[in-house]
């Protein structure tokens, strides 16, 4: 890749998207569930530019969203309604709302409270709301604690007892359709057994519910795919859908995977510039111009990102940082990189998923500008965030 000049076409910092890979990504997990009715619902959260989205719409996948605005987004980039799933553990009833009246797949349920408000509102609506509900099946899944979500300790979804109570008055109600199944119990895992686990957890009780004539369809067994950023093992898919078939044998539903970062993850990089090299006494830093606010996963989770340079060079130790005013504000810590000057380029890799999509105005600094590549040809597909666009919501009450 040309990445001298991208950056001089779109200046930095510059997300780049490679849209081959996100096609090739979608495809690989797509034929592992060939031998039964499967339905890829992209986890939008990990990166929700429209046109991604609409690439991923026209592979033929649909959407897992957990605000009203991520599926507003899906719908505006040419998904279907009927292929969106909306998760999340607190849904407003303005937000509730809308999903009815968007007619979606289903909303996902995370609570009885939640069940009854959706109830309500669909009563309201004279609707009939399809729900599924999130199974906390209290799996470890081994991952970073920030980004584990199915044990009873996390907040997210329900034990077995309490999902088997709301299926059963959903069953009843003239106003709520329990179409679905659905657990995921966390992110970037590397061991995929604990996701099987979970799904065999769920297939008890979904082969119960069947018992008890509730005619659930769709078996969504959440995301969570694991991907290289380092040295990480990554799971193997064959092993992942064999095992899920496996869960659900002699059970006829629709199994529904919701990958965010495996999708998405590899495909993206973020390009920065080099805009000075310094040191306190013995320690070395390069000050790049992407911070926190563009990418925010090292700050938080000290998630390693591969740093490249464009240059070669003896190497020595330093720390890339941005120029924000935190010290947690940085991109990678001890890494050897050659000696760099202003304007050199830097690559950081595996930054699609939770990029662009966890960043933010922090500083007044506007979000990057960003970019697809596909067979070969790259074109803008967001704007740089300009001054005025950071001030809109503000500038009229001064
Ligand atoms: N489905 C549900 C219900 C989820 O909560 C998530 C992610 C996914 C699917 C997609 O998971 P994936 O396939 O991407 O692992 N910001 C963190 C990741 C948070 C993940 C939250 N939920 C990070 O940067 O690592």
Redesign the pocket.
Known sequence: MDYLALAKKYKTPLYIYDFDHIKAQYEKLKREFNARKSLICY?V??NSNLSLLKHIAALGGGF?C?SIGEVKRAILAGGSNYKIIY?GVGKSDEEIKEALNLDILMINLESYEEMLRVELIAKELNKKARISVRVNPNVDPKTHPY?S?GLHKNKFGVSIDEARKIYLHAHKSDYLDPVGIHS?IG??LSDISPVIEAANIVSSLLKELRAADIDIKFFDV????GIRYKDENEPNLYEYAQGILAALKGQDATIIC?????IVGNSGELLTSVLYEKRNTNKRFVVVDAAMNDLL?PSL?E?YHEIVALKDGAKSPCDVVGPICESGDFLAKDIELPRLEHGDLLVIKSAG??GYS?SSNYNTRGRAAQIAIESGKDRLIGQRESFEDMIRNEKEFI
């Open positions: 986890a959260k990990a897992d957990v998760s980004i979500t995921h992110s970037q959440g995301g969570g795919i919701e990958p965010g970062r495996f996963r989770y998630a998923a939770y966890m």
